[in-house]
């Protein structure tokens, strides 16, 4: 299995910044793309951006509209980490913040599994 650890979330207020870190450990050789996640309450949890681990140390990336030009994942290869940078926060930034690791399934066409952590919580002020 896999467990994933996140850290860095906290209060700022709007304008500033966090960095985000997941540390992964386990069985983590099949991983082959990580994301990060959020849900506010009473909201669905939505993809915050994602990574495809490809064997470089930063694959092709995906932003969600909302955050697209502020934040920035990436990954630290010989840390088993992945970051997510956070700037120009907004209030509507708040919410649980969720990292997930993506392997290929056992036996196709299975679906693939989905690891997660437990969430930071990232508190954006007025």
């Known amino acids: 299995q896999v467990q994933l650890v996140e850290s860095g979330g906290g209060l700022v207020q709007a304008g500033g910044s966090l960095r985000l870190s997941c540390v992964a450990s386990?069985?983590?050789?099949?991983?082959?793309?990580m994301n990060w996640y959020r849900q506010a309450p009473g909201k669905q949890r939505e993809l915050v951006a994602g990574?495809?681990?490809?064997?470089?140390?930063?694959?092709?990336?995906k932003y969600g509209d909302t955050v697209k030009g502020r934040f920035t994942i990436s990954r630290d290869n010989a840390k088993n980490t992945l970051y997510l940078q956070m700037n120009s926060l907004k209030p509507e930034d708040t919410a649980v913040y969720y990292c997930?690791?993506?392997?290929?399934?056992?036996?196709?066409?299975?679906?693939?599994?989905?690891?997660w952590g437990q969430g930071t919580q990232v508190t954006v002020s007025s």
């Open positions: 997930n690791a993506m392997s290929p399934p056992k036996r196709w066409p299975d679906p693939p599994t989905d690891y």
């Open positions: 386990g069985n983590i050789f099949g991983i082959n793309g």
């Open positions: 990574i495809t681990i490809d064997g470089t140390m930063n694959g092709p990336t």
